[in-house]
């Protein structure tokens, strides 16, 4: 499964674009929708939470009890976890241990779908047109410090929600990806053997986990994408998101596309210029293509 | 003293003469056989598929007196003007260079007399060839030889060309004695030089980028013309929905048999998979998109005779192409060439100077061609006659045509589209499960769990 | 007779634009057409065959001017990917800076990037003359058959990769050739023909200033010597 798609990512420098961020990145996303009308997802950046976590969770239940979830989680598990449910999204907020609250979910909601664990992350994702995604899930709304998006072009008979971008592994950590890897299912191997486990077949959730299993190895997430260049081949741009931080990297052959734009308010990524277009003041942003190889990396 | 049959004398299954000539080769020159044509092992091929055509439970229409039509329109997606043909049958872009400017112009005769199409190659359009080609489609290819806008506005369709069955995932290649004066000055490169074409285009990458590429085609032939999409057969299913994806009005499918005029021997038998096994699974992906008779199909590699191309038919392919079959028809591999008198003239000795025999050659790359195809020798060249080749040419399609019409009606269809993969078993199990048809006999498809 | 034709796009679709671009455009024979709003959008003015000075303002996204014929088209901004792809004669102006593939299989004509062009840059180029005012990045001139390619700051890594009889001409640094392309030493006419573009390009370099790069011909013939090339 390779991934053809439009990529956009987005970081704001000051407050008040952090308040309207969902007005200035939907645009980018539904723009990119003529790359990748099949599915599409963002993962949001929130100002961290000092002690709670949120999970970001979906089912494909569009009329799901989020309600009822979040209260048989605080009866079994004894903290409360609030929910905040859009459609079949919900984010819940609570100070439970991953390790307690993934296999509760796991037993006891077995449809309900973890998409991103961390103090500021949270994925949405989902199949169909990316216009009517950002709609259902109110993305014009969405206030926080940074952002990457995704829109995919599918090739598997059914598309799932599961293979949409943004891949996350570990806390607070997600790739999108634009390009196909040559080498995905002996990463994956690898990663495996290791104790890693996967949830697809998709090539850039081998290169996720690779990066994620670096960094809890110790490196840095730039040390890890040069361990990454090293032993994944293929071709690839990849944007990628910590808490605190929003990162690029193409392979050294460059052949999928990526422009920046940076102004003293925003840095904002994307696979064609197209989707910046609307972007205030781009007329006197720095535009520029990233270097094959270079690693780019921006703190909020 | 010991006897052939002892043990002394037993040959390595491993290490056998072709294996121990092949390293002895790559000992002594230090680089890969370069040759034409396809893959010479043997594959399942459509030569393992039968026709269960009518008795009792189906009707047979009168071969000699009820007509089974043949007409083939492909590119009804988007364009304007779709490409109207009156039989399934096209001809296989070979290039000029590959080809000699007589044979792109017998091709072009001998399609137009048949109501089909002709395709360009990896270096550009010949004057000769838009000529005698009623409808002639324009190849864009990674190399772009010769590619430019006032042949791109003559064309009847593009064919945008990701790879060929015998080389896929890598580019063309045409050795020096072929290019000629001419040759040289269309491809805009000195005379005589080895060329390596690349193998991927040099303004885009990936379908994402395709889509926009195949956009700029359209606008600027003002969405007149379809546009094909074509690709050597691997990951079939992924790579035919992409094509879609990308906005193609036809998917051209070259499985592993195509051939070419030139390329390393390792890509001609080891890469691909055969053309049977390809077709299903392109027509698989067709059907997952809901696209199927919106995107037509095409496909090709080791397509012969008449039966070839109705299974093809039968088994959901649109039409078919033909580059291998369509040279052997002027006289590849044949002992002689015919003169404009109708007189043969054996050149097995030119074959042996190739270190070759009638029947065995695939020397196609360096341009030695005893019958004057594939050549740019001003020596060679005239032992094809344009109208000679022309006329063997038009008989040869003409009686895959009456063949597949023939086969049509056995089965009771009035049209040979009406052919479908339900009229056709299997007489091997690969060719089962790789056709998806029962094995014959049974209504077991391997594979597939029924029973 | 109109002597400026506006045509916006925010108002009209590239198809609309391109379909006046082919056509209308022949009868109305404005002196001067005027683009706005292109905000990325690929394809605009591809595939002209006229007499026409064209200006696109602002940013552009890919193709833009693809197979260009006679017309002269100015892009007042930066552009995407494979402009003037193909070219064959005219002249395309970038006045920002140009992505991937600028001048791609071009066959004549002349393209003049005013900023930085990006990867592959006069990739299989057939003849067109390019001149970049800034720097080009990895693989230019890739294959490159014949034409010109004048870079006024620096290449990157590279540079003239299994490059045929184009030649390549490089102001600042080169930070590394490709397969078979080497520095040569300038001559009388290599001088002659890089003041000749620059004056064209209209920029301000003295041709004294420039290195040539072409090919060293050792890739010409298949060779075991150069296998790891091939």
Redesign the interface.
């Given at each position: 499964m390779l991934s053809v798609c439009g990529i956009v990512g987005f970081l704001a420098r000051r407050d008040a674009d952090r308040e309207r961020l969902g007005q200035l990145v939907t645009p980018m996303l539904e723009c990119m929708a003529t790359r990748g009308p099949d599915s599409a997802g963002l993962a949001l950046f929130h100002r961290p939470l000092p002690a709670s976590r949120r999970f970001a969770l979906s089912t494909r239940d569009r009329g799901f009890d989020w309600q009822a979830l979040a209260e048989s989680c605080q009866q079994e598990l004894g903290l409360p976890a609030p929910v905040a449910a859009l459609d079949n999204h919900a984010s819940l907020v609570s100070e439970l241990q991953p390790d307690i609250f993934k296999p509760w979910l796991t037993s006891t909601f077995p449809e309900v779908h973890l998409l991103s664990t961390g103090h500021a992350i949270e994925i949405f994702k989902d199949e169909g047109h990316p216009e009517e995604i950002a709609r259902r899930f109110h993305f014009t709304e969405m206030v926080g410090t940074h952002v990457v998006g995704h829109t995919r072009m599918a090739t598997e008979s059914a598309v799932s929600p599961a293979h949409a971008h943004p891949f996350t592994a570990g806390e607070d950590f997600c790739l999108v990806h634009n390009g196909s890897l040559s080498n995905p299912y002996s990463v994956r191997r690898k990663l495996e053997s290791l104790g890693i486990a996967f949830e697809t077949d998709n090539d850039t959730e081998a290169g996720c986990r690779f990066l994620e299993w670096r960094m809890r190895e110790g490196d840095t997430l730039e040390t890890a994408i040069e361990v990454a260049q090293a032993e994944l081949d293929g071709f690839y741009t990849f944007l990628m998101a910590t808490a605190d931080k929003l990162v690029l990297v193409r392979d050294a052959f460059a052949c999928k596309p990526a422009v920046v734009a940076e102004t003293d308010d925003y840095v904002a990524v994307s696979s064609e210029f197209r989707s910046l277009a609307h972007l205030p003041d781009i007329k006197h942003a720095h535009v520029y293509e990233p270097a094959p190889e270079q690693i780019y990396s921006w703190s909020v | 003293m010991s006897s052939d049959k002892s043990i002394q004398r037993e040959e390595s299954a491993s290490f056998n003469e072709h294996s121990l000539f092949y390293i002895r080769q790559a000992a002594e020159?230090?680089?890969y056989e370069?040759r034409g044509m396809g893959a010479k092992r043997r594959v399942p091929s459509f030569d393992d598929l039968i026709f269960l055509s009518a008795s009792a439970s189906r009707y047979p229409l009168e071969g000699y007196r009820e007509k089974c039509e043949s007409k083939t329109v492909l590119g009804t997606r988007y364009a304007k003007q779709p490409i109207e043909l009156e039989i399934p049958i096209t001809i296989a872009g070979m290039s000029f260079g590959s080809l000699s400017a007589n044979v792109k112009e017998a091709l072009g005769q001998a399609a137009t007399q048949m109501g089909t199409s002709t395709t360009t190659g990896d270096g550009g359009m010949t004057p000769e060839e838009r000529e005698s080609s009623k409808t002639l489609v324009y190849q864009c290819l990674p190399?772009?030889y010769g590619?430019?806008?006032n042949d791109?506005r003559k064309a009847d369709a593009i064919e945008m060309v990701l790879g060929q069955g015998a080389k896929p995932g890598g580019g063309g290649m045409l050795?020096?004695q072929k290019v000629s004066p001419r040759v040289a000055q269309m491809?805009?490169?000195?005379e005589g030089?080895?060329q390596?074409s690349?193998c991927?285009h040099?303004?885009?990458?990936?379908?994402?980028?395709l889509?926009?590429?195949i956009?700029?085609l359209r606008?600027?032939?003002?969405?007149k013309i379809p546009v094909y999409v074509k690709m050597g057969a691997t990951r079939v299913?992924?790579d035919v929905?992409?094509a879609v994806?990308a906005g193609a009005d036809v998917v051209v499918i070259d499985g592993m048999q195509g051939g070419t005029a030139a390329t390393q021997q390792v890509f001609i038998e080891h890469t691909g998979i055969p053309t049977l096994a390809a077709l299903p699974l392109a027509v698989e992906a067709l059907s997952?998109m809901n696209v199927l008779g919106e995107v037509q199909l095409i496909i090709s590699g080791g397509i012969r005779t008449g039966a070839d191309v109705a299974k093809a038919l039968a088994l959901g392919a649109d039409a078919v192409s033909i580059g291998q079959g369509v040279l052997v028809a002027l006289g590849c591999n044949h002992h002689a060439y015919q003169r404009a008198d109708g007189e043969e003239v054996d050149v097995t000795a030119d074959y042996a100077k190739l270190g070759t025999a009638p029947g065995y050659c695939h020397h196609c790359h360096t341009g030695q061609c005893p019958v004057g195809i594939t050549t740019q020798d001003p020596e060679l060249e005239p032992r094809l006659i344009p109208e000679v080749g022309a006329k063997r040419l038009k008989n040869y399609l003409q009686v895959l045509n009456m063949e597949l019409t023939t086969l049509a009606r056995a089965c009771g269809k009035s049209n040979v589209h009406h052919l479908e993969k339900e009229d056709l078993a299997a007489l091997t199990v690969e060719a089962a499960a790789m056709a998806k048809v029962p094995l014959a006999g049974t209504s077991w498809i391997p594979g597939t769990g029924s029973v | 007779m109109v002597s400026l034709k506006q045509l916006d796009l925010t108002d009209l679709s590239v198809r609309q634009v391109n379909e006046y671009l082919h056509g209308g455009l022949l009868e109305e024979r404005p002196a001067r057409v005027e683009i706005l709003n292109p905000d990325g959008l690929h394809s605009i003015a591809a595939g002209l065959d006229t007499e026409v000075d064209i200006d696109i303002l602002g940013h552009a996204g890919y193709f833009i001017a693809g197979m260009n014929q006679r017309a002269r088209v100015t892009i007042h901004g930066n552009v995407g990917w494979s402009v003037a792809e193909n070219i064959m004669s005219g002249v395309v102006r970038v006045k920002g800076h140009a992505s991937e593939c600028a001048g791609a299989s071009g066959h004549g004509g002349l393209l003049v990037i005013e900023g930085d062009a990006s990867s592959r840059c006069g990739i299989s180029l057939k003849g067109t003359e390019i001149v970049v005012g800034g720097s080009v990045g990895h693989f230019s001139a890739f294959m490159a058959q014949a034409g010109t390619l004048v870079v006024c700051g620096d290449a990157g890594p590279n540079l003239g990769d299994s490059l045929y009889e184009a030649t390549i001409y490089v102001r600042g640094s080169i930070h590394s050739f490709g397969a078979d392309a080497r520095e040569e030493e300038m001559q009388a006419d290599d001088f002659e023909k890089v003041a000749e573009l620059l004056s064209r390009a209209e920029m301000n370099y003295d041709a004294r200033e420039f290195k040539r790069v072409s090919s060293a011909r050792s890739l010409y013939h298949w060779n075991a010597d150069a296998h790891q090339e091939y």
């Open positions: - | 020159y230090g680089l370069i190399s772009r590619f430019n806008p791109l050795l020096g491809r805009t490169l000195p030089i080895d390596r690349a991927r040099p303004d885009w990458t990936g379908p994402d980028d889509k926009i590429k956009e700029e606008e600027i032939t003002d969405w299913r992924e929905k992409l994806k997952d | -």
